[in-house]
């Protein structure tokens, strides 16, 4: 076994031999210079550009990177949590698991990034001092010196742009390894939740979309964290050397702001959670609009939908322009702090009487701009941070939610292949906590530091604490089942009973019928023996693999063999006989390429009852010991049905123990046992002749039952001149050749190919694009109105400079006297003391206001530019929303999966990213700051 960080240590080498597998990812055998650089990746970057690329094109994944890989290190590091938590009776906390995953990599990423912020502190500070000092020292210039100095400064650049970008790499890499194992770990836990429903789903969406996104960018920025501490101590303790305590005026206006930023991270914070709410209000609603898109068509609903989904998107715009308000403030106001400290800072020296030189102002100024680098990343990380958290603590309430019943035991020796004995069950409905929960949570860590106080806050009182013991005490004393039932018991809220003092023994290869009316609880009894319900008191018992046949059939998107098989090896002479027995031969000759054609989501191009015979069928194949039929027969007519539980149930399946759910009387009497269900109770158990001897339920059901079919049989008679019945299977051809013209105008080019592939575009995008996008950002008037802020702010900041090079070369005023009376003095002695003279004040009055031309332009801009796009983000949608909603609903048919991700992510990126980079480049005003130079 090697060294645990072997491989990762390897990078350290500036270059390593050609890699042995050519299909495995170039970075995992990457040196120094090519894996910090990247050059490993210019290959296929070339390929891109040149040809473009193919999914062949692509490496495989090296296997510390791969999902699976750090889903199991993640989910062991969850129950080591678990398991640390439950003693101490506190609640285990998934951001320390998620910080324990990538500490180290994240450690590395601050290490490097400290080493890029002493490089980027040393340039404009200490060299800058240097080069200053001695252009005014009275010796002549050495330009071999300058020559060495510019060089310094270059090597300095260079190896601080190495570290900036090194860490990236890594932090990024840390991202996507953390990212992965988190969805992971959540589709697992969607695997063996007992509960769920449209709101989880939704909220499962926002989960692997916008919150996967906000992990992301935690990950990244953790790594910036260090230059804010480090920065400020080094500026702290450069300026105390320069100027002396009269620096920490400037120290003490950085640390003023800091709770200033602190409220605004409070305010984003409880932004972002309602946000979030209303998202998942959003998703669900588009999820319900896109899955029964068909009915809403059919009843002319859209404008209906539409309008519900517009006041939805109107609330979550709403909260948006406060978001970015409060965004806009707080990356507007830190760049103008370093404006404020210089002015306050060098008004200060100079009130004291002191002699600033030009050599001290301009370190000072070039310390104090160096520190608005961290002053912008700190509203950032701090953000992107806490949203994470706010993220982490929304997946740990699903993480938290119960799982199916780990109580049954499997003993395939035994005759008895199910039992319950005084079983109760009941619904347990989702406990994921509110958003206004979340809210408060969240605010009690940000205000308390005492670790122990939040902790109880989360896990209750005293009382719960000494009932929690008492159940600790009890569950010595009871055996291995009843603890886990003791251990589901504790939360008792949100329950639904459903079935009640169930006594029930199931011998090994019978065929048992239940039968009740509507809501009596026949489908419940089946989602108890799966798991899905919560066993109250009592015990149950089974013996065997379980398959199931839901009332819904299932069929997602794949071919017809697959949706049968399910990932099993075909075994040709079973599948064969499962197809007979279910009767699906003859509609493999309907489909363009048989049991090769693809199925649409949710079968969308089956009928329903070929849907319910390929459910049928999936379970049948399966070969399991107990089969769990709900209502399997009622989606098929009639003579298909008899044909299907004779062939199917009775013969196929005459050795596997059926529990067999159905209201029709002529299967049921043929059943080696009948239950029936009235209001979750068992009120009769017995066989056909038995139960009708009671006259009780089942005799009442059978005497209308018998009068029914007498209704139908006389109907079929007069229509069967008109029916085209296939005798041999029972199928009928007319209802299947209907369903035959609606999948031919469904199939594509390629022959058995429903879902269309998304197809990728090449080349450059078209200049009317951007044109577009120009416009969704608010068009001319918005462009003119940056435009006029951005010459605002450099002049005033260009003035800023100017006037401080002006008032240090004027000194204080009387240098042509000087020059007149004495000659042999220095250039600082001709200047005079710039801190005095009969112009002072008139410099403190022109020098003082000119933050607020500064200031003004630089928070007003970014809140109308954001509240603008964001108003143009909503209207983008809507049109795009009215686009979709009249087209044909083959496009849902054939490219279900993009329509969910472009409504949920699509039409969101570009233009929250469109709003973030237009406020990066209103922030920086790179160009026109190196215009004004």
Same mark, same amino acid.
């Given at each position: ?15 390593r ?120 020292s ?33 932090a ?31 909220k ?13 960018e ?55 959670i ?75 020296y ?33 953000r ?56 408060g ?13 939040i ?26 089942n ?137 379970a049948?194949y ?35 123990t ?20 009235n ?74 190919? #429903? ?31 940056? #435009? ?12 800023n ?14 240098m ?6 004495i ?32 200031f ?71 160009f ?6």
């Amino acid at each position: 076994m090697g060294f645990k960080y072997g491989a990762a240590l390897k990078h350290l080498l500036p270059w390593r031999c050609r890699r042995k597998d050519d299909s495995s990812m170039p970075s995992n055998d990457a040196g120094l210079f090519s894996f910090f650089s990247i050059n490993w990746l210019s290959g296929l970057m070339w390929k891109a550009y040149k040809t473009g690329l193919q999914q062949e094109d692509l490496w495989n994944l090296h296997r510390d990177d791969c999902a699976e890989v750090n889903c199991s290190r993640l989910e062991r590091l969850w129950e080591k949590e678990q398991n640390l938590c439950k003693p101490r009776n506190i609640k285990p906390q998934l951001s320390h698991v998620v910080w324990h995953f990538m500490k180290t990599r994240v450690i590395i990423t601050m290490l490097i990034s400290s080493v890029q912020n002493v490089l980027q502190f040393l340039a404009p500070s200490l060299i800058l001092k240097i080069i200053l000092d001695y252009i005014e020292s009275p010796e002549p210039l050495d330009y071999n010196i300058l020559g060495w100095i510019a060089g310094g400064i270059s090597l300095l650049y260079l190896i601080r742009g190495a570290c900036t970008h090194a860490m990236y790499v890594v932090a990024v890499h840390t991202a996507v390894r953390t990212t992965g194992a988190i969805q992971g770990v959540i589709y697992k836990k969607l695997l063996k939740l007992r509960t769920g429903g449209d709101k989880l789903s939704a909220k499962v969406l926002n989960f692997c979309n916008n919150d996967m996104e906000r992990i992301f960018e935690a990950a990244i920025a953790a790594a910036m964290f260090p230059a804010i501490p480090l920065t400020f101590i080094m500026s702290l303790v450069y300026c105390l050397r320069i100027i002396g305590p009269l620096s920490l005026l400037g120290q003490a206006v950085f640390l003023l702001f800091y709770p200033v930023l602190f409220c605004i991270l409070k305010a984003q914070v409880k932004i972002r959670i309602s946000t979030i709410k209303i998202t998942d209000q959003r998703v669900t609603l588009m999820k319900e609009l896109l899955n029964n898109i068909r009915f809403i068509k059919m009843y002319s609903w859209e404008e209906a939908f539409n309008k519900k989904v517009s006041e939805v998107r109107n609330q979550e715009v709403k909260k948006h322009k406060i978001a970015a308000f409060l965004q806009a403030i707080s990356s507007t106001v830190t760049p103008s702090i370093s404006i404020l400290a210089t002015i306050v800072t060098i008004l200060g020296y100079t009130l004291f009487g002191n002699n600033l030189k030009p050599s001290e102002a301009f370190t000072i100024f070039s310390v104090f701009n160096a520190m608005q680098y961290v002053f912008l990343i700190l509203p950032y990380t701090i953000r992107t941070i806490a949203e994470a958290k706010v993220s982490l603590m929304r997946i740990q309430e699903l993480l938290d939610l119960p799982e199916h019943s780990k109580i049954c035991i499997d003993k395939r020796d035994s005759i008895v292949a199910l039992e319950m004995i005084n079983a109760s069950f009941a619904w347990e409905t989702p406990n994921i906590e509110s958003d206004e929960k979340l809210a408060g949570n969240f605010d009690q860590k940000l205000t308390k530091t005492n670790e122990p106080s939040i902790k109880n806050s989360i896990h209750g009182d005293k009382t719960e604490d000494m009932i929690l013991s008492e159940k600790e005490k009890k569950e010595e004393k009871l055996s291995e089942n009843e603890k886990l039932l003791e251990e589901e018991n504790r939360n008792e809220n949100n329950l639904i009973v459903m079935l009640k003092n169930f006594n029930v023994k199931i011998e090994r290869g019978k065929l048992i019928g239940i039968c009740g009316s509507i809501g009596s609880g026949k489908s419940s009894l089946v989602s108890a023996i799966c798991g899905d319900m919560k066993l109250q008191h009592g015990s149950m018992q089974i013996n065997g693999s379980l398959a199931l046949v839901t009332q819904q059939a299932w069929i997602y998107n794949s071919t017809l063999r697959d949706n049968i098989i399910v990932g099993k090896e075909i075994d040709h002479a079973r599948y064969q006989q499962v197809l007979n027995v279910c009767a699906l031969e003859s509609d493999l000759k309907l489909l363009l390429c048989g049991d090769m054609t693809e199925m649409g989501d949710h079968g969308s191009n089956l009928s329903g009852g070929q849907k319910q015979r390929v459910n049928l069928a999936r379970a049948v194949y399966s070969d399991r010991d107990i089969y769990l039929l709900d209502d399997p027969l009622s989606a098929v007519d009639t003579k298909v049905a008899q044909y299907i539980f004779t062939n199917c149930i009775q013969k196929m399946l005459k050795d596997k123990t059926i529990i067999f759910i159905s209201n029709f009387i002529n299967f049921l009497e043929k059943c080696d046992e009948i239950i029936v269900l009235n209001d979750g109770t068992l009120v009769e158990h017995g066989t056909h002749g038995e139960l009708l001897m009671k006259k009780g339920n089942y005799f009442t059901m059978a005497s209308f039952d018998s009068t029914r079919d007498c209704q139908a049989q006389a109907e079929t008679e007069n229509a069967k001149s008109t029916e085209d019945i296939d005798l041999t299977t029972g199928i009928d051809n007319s209802e299947d050749k209907i369903n035959d013209k609606i999948i031919n105008k469904k199939k594509q080019a390629s022959k058995g190919k #429903l879902i269309k592939e998304e197809k990728k575009s090449q080349g450059k995008l078209d200049n009317k694009i951007y044109t577009k996008l120009f416009q969704a950002s608010g068009g001319c008037c918005v462009g003119i109105l940056i #435009l006029i802020a951005l010459v605002i702010f450099t002049l005033a900041k260009l003035f800023n400079v100017i006037w401080l090079r002006k008032w240090l070369d004027d000194g204080d005023g009387n240098m042509a006297a000087r020059l007149n009376n004495i000659t042999n003095l220095s250039s600082d002695e001709l200047k005079g003391n710039s801190s005095s003279g009969q112009h002072v004040s008139g410099r403190f009055r022109n020098y003082g206001p000119s933050l607020t031309q500064v200031f003004v332009p630089d928070i007003t801009l970014p809140i109308g530019v954001s509240s603008r796009i964001l108003e143009r983000s909503r209207t983008f949608r809507k049109s795009l929303l009215l686009s979709f909603l009249p087209v044909c609903c083959q496009f849902e048919v054939t490219k279900p999966r993009c329509i969910m991700e472009f409504f949920n992510k699509y039409t969101y990126l570009p233009v929250s990213r469109m709003a973030i980079f237009l406020h990066l480049f209103i922030i920086h005003k790179t160009f026109f700051l190196v215009l004004s130079q």
